[in-house]
């Protein structure tokens, strides 16, 4: 039996990495495809739109006029609230679940598992079952149609999953380290601000991304719990934009569906290094 030599498997290898890059390359068309197609009828008239076919290149450029439409159709209030709702809600999920995982793998409760499951037991039921008992719940307390009901919210059904990942990232710190800090003087409270919350840095901004990307791309809850253009987030709004009466056109629409992906794009791209790191982090502590 006789085995290759290193150049005679030179052209096998050449015609593996040739399919496999022709294979990325196709991959990558079709995933790019769509993007290119909205992104090129973003660019027409509503009266272009409808005379072309959507596979036509734009003639002239109508992106700023359509930018501009959105913006004074309420989209405006929209992006607003919806930054101040991801920014704020995924923020405070982060801290509060920090807290929640640090108590229960750190600092040796009683039933620490259990208290571990009342927090993430939140997740086992659906979304939906809870939109009739926090319909009334709101309406009762005053919450319904507030900024304040509306990070409350997102605040409450961030938390489980974000206890969930720190509560496995802080289970693999070392304990040696906590030792060192208790025999250097340190309380809990410093232990937590100074030495374990640096430590889960790429893990929390991980946390944040998806927080804020799910947040921001809520549709349901902000039907639900707000009726005011001034209350209501992003995805609600354009959802407002798309009715049988509204007056928008369809290039337009285009345009705001753009313009509502910017934000979670960005924060993607600033904490990509981060990403995949505290990914790691997150499956070793598991």
């Given at each position: 039996m006789t085995t290759?030599?290193?150049?005679?498997?030179?052209?096998?290898?050449?015609?593996?990495?040739?399919?496999?890059?022709?294979?990325?390359?196709?991959?990558?068309?079709?995933?790019?495809l769509p993007f290119v197609v909205v992104g090129m009828?973003?660019?027409?008239?509503?009266?272009?739109?409808?005379?072309?076919?959507?596979?036509?290149?734009p003639r002239t450029s109508h992106l700023w006029e359509n930018a501009q439409a959105v913006w004074r159709a309420g989209v405006a209030t929209g992006f607003a609230n919806s930054l101040?709702?991801?920014?704020v809600s995924s923020l405070i999920a982060v801290v509060l679940g920090a807290f929640a995982a640090f108590s229960i793998t750190r600092l040796r409760l009683k039933f620490s598992f259990g208290w571990f499951?009342?927090?993430?037991?939140?997740?086992?039921?659906?979304?939906?079952?809870?939109?009739?008992?926090?319909?009334?719940?709101?309406?009762?307390?005053?919450?319904?149609?507030?900024?304040?009901?509306?990070?409350l919210f997102y605040v409450a059904y961030a938390i489980p999953f974000c206890t969930f990942v720190m509560r496995a990232f802080f289970t693999g710190v070392p304990w040696e380290i906590q030792e060192a800090a208790k025999l250097?003087?340190?309380?809990?409270?410093?232990?937590?601000w100074r030495i374990m919350m640096p430590l889960a840095v790429a893990p929390a901004l991980v946390?944040?991304?998806?927080?804020?990307?799910?947040?921001?791309?809520?549709?349901?809850?902000?039907?639900?719990?707000?009726?005011?253009?001034?209350?209501?987030?992003?995805?609600?709004?354009?959802?407002?934009?798309?009715?049988?009466?509204?007056?928008?056109?369809?290039?337009?629409?285009?345009?705001?569906?753009?313009?509502s992906s910017a934000p979670t794009l960005l924060l993607f791209v600033a904490l990509q290094r981060y990403f995949i790191g505290g990914l790691q982090l997150t499956n070793a502590g598991e």
């Open positions: 290759a030599t290193p150049r005679a498997a030179r052209p096998a290898l050449r015609a593996r990495v040739i399919f496999l890059m022709f294979l990325g390359a196709l991959i990558f068309v079709f995933w790019a009828n973003a660019f027409k008239s509503g009266e272009e739109y409808f005379n072309t076919t959507v596979w036509t290149p101040l709702y991801g920014t499951m009342l927090i993430y037991g939140g997740t086992i039921l659906p979304a939906q079952m809870l939109l009739i008992p926090l319909y009334k719940a709101y309406l009762t307390t005053g919450l319904y149609d507030t900024r304040a009901g509306m990070i250097d003087g340190c309380d809990n409270w410093r232990l937590f946390l944040i991304l998806f927080q804020f990307t799910a947040i921001w791309n809520d549709l349901l809850f902000g039907l639900i719990l707000s009726k005011s253009d001034h209350v209501r987030p992003m995805m609600t709004t354009l959802a407002g934009l798309s009715g049988t009466y509204s007056s928008i056109t369809a290039p337009t629409l285009i345009t705001a569906a753009l313009m």
